[in-house]
């Protein structure tokens, strides 16, 4: 099998997995914009996921020769009943990350891609590095990792004000909407970013169609095209239950990276004296095949029981489905190679270093800023906040890499 052994290549890896793991919530957030049931945008997602894990497996697995201590993926399988402890802990560790998963993806609907990724990867790193830093035998130096912890700490904080001024702006933008947009707007309440309001198009007396033209982003009119075309509504729901679904899955988010080393490490001495640990590659696939399983359970499920006011669906529509169903095989193979990478980068340097590749949302946020118009025509009060989050993020993932170390027995 292939290992990582130098720092440089750590770095390379967690640099290719930051690009990938940044960029396909992006691709998920688009379809749900566009209208696509998140359930049919999530089978599919998943489908490639464990995809990417195989592949893995079955190339960087089996490099090179195999033996009894250090055995390549395929043999490895067959220590099934020596070493199911640490494939219990790597399981656990794909458990938690699709429930984080699937979370986010309608978080994003409620307080936007950019901020849901910020606050995520801010208590991930928080919770799971310092869990990390332990695990690994604080091969991390600690001097520098925890002050870099200490900035993405900053960065919750700034994310929550962000989100705060910009559901301030857009609640304003729709008390003022332009009577040329010939839109209904009914005030509910007066809290969230776009809460208190329902709008819905009237007949265009002269078209019949209502109106064609596209708003510009970040208008009145642009939130309510949005959210007449969007999949999940979120006028007149609270902003609160967007904020609880993401600190959900940033604590979810939190746990995966800790089980994950604990899989392949067995700090916890859960293995029998001179079973052999599970090499990364082994692990990242019993892991994978835990994630894939829940998310099929639980998506086949909101099908049927659908969840936050989505419409009800079936097995066979989601088979019919086809709009858009390239763009969620593509977002599977980022994930499943992203995550994939930081593993392989985090079992080299430390994963507590490894989780510098939580500095996702600063690739997701170009994203959602390019393709979605977040933050357009927003207040300068918000500009400040975004930009004090973005330059801190940057801080902090600076210094985590900084705290790189070595593990010098890496199977």
């Known amino acids: 099998m292939y290992l990582v052994e130098s720092k440089g290549g750590a770095i390379l890896c967690m640099l290719l997995a930051l690009l990938f793991l940044g960029t396909w919530p992006a691709v998920l957030t688009l379809l749900e914009r566009r209208g696509r049931l998140p359930q049919h945008t999530y089978l599919d997602y998943s489908i490639t996921n464990l995809l990417a894990a195989i592949i893995i497996a079955f190339t960087f697995g089996e490099i090179g020769k195999s033996s009894y201590d250090s055995p390549n993926f395929i043999p490895q399988l067959s220590q099934l009943g020596e070493n199911w402890p640490s494939v219990l802990f790597a399981m656990a560790g794909g458990v938690v990350l699709s429930l984080g998963n699937l979370s986010t993806q309608y978080a994003w609907a409620f307080v936007g891609l950019s901020v849901t990724e910020v606050i995520t990867a801010s208590i991930t790193v928080v919770i799971g590095t310092t869990v990390n830093y332990f695990l690994d035998g604080r091969i991390n130096r600690a001097e520098i990792l925890f002050p870099g912890v200490g900035c993405f700490l900053i960065a919750v904080c700034l994310g929550s004000l962000v989100h705060s001024s910009n559901a301030a702006d857009n609640r304003a933008k729709l008390e003022s909407l332009s009577s040329n947009s010939k839109l209904v707007t009914e005030r509910r309440g007066n809290s969230g970013a776009e809460e208190g309001f329902s709008a819905k198009k009237t007949e265009d007396v002269e078209n019949g169609n209502g109106p064609t033209k596209r708003a510009e982003f970040g208008t009145a009119d642009f939130l309510v095209q949005l959210e007449n075309k969007r999949a999940i509504k979120v006028f007149g729901k609270g902003t609160l239950i967007g904020l609880a679904i993401t600190f959900f ?163």
């Open 249 to 411: 899955a940033g604590v979810c988010f939190s746990l995966f990276s800790p089980a994950f080393n604990l899989a392949t490490n067995d700090q916890w001495h859960a293995l029998e004296k001179g079973v052999p640990k599970l090499v990364v590659y082994t692990a990242f696939f019993w892991f994978s095949v835990s994630c894939f399983v829940l998310a099929i359970f639980l998506n086949v499920w909101f099908l049927y029981r659908p969840v936050l006011g989505l419409p009800r669906s079936s097995f066979k529509a989601y088979l019919n489905d086809w709009e858009g169903r390239g763009w969620a095989l593509l977002a599977g193979l980022l994930c499943g190679f992203g995550n994939g990478l930081q593993f392989m980068g985090g079992q080299a340097a430390g994963y507590a270093a490894a989780d510098a590749v939580q500095a996702l949302p600063l690739v997701s946020t170009f994203w959602g800023i390019l393709l979605f118009g977040e933050y357009r025509r927003s207040s300068r009060r918000t500009y400040v906040f975004l930009v004090g989050m973005l330059g801190m993020f940057i801080v902090a993932v600076a210094v985590l890499m900084a705290s790189s170390g070595h593990r010098k027995n890496t199977q």
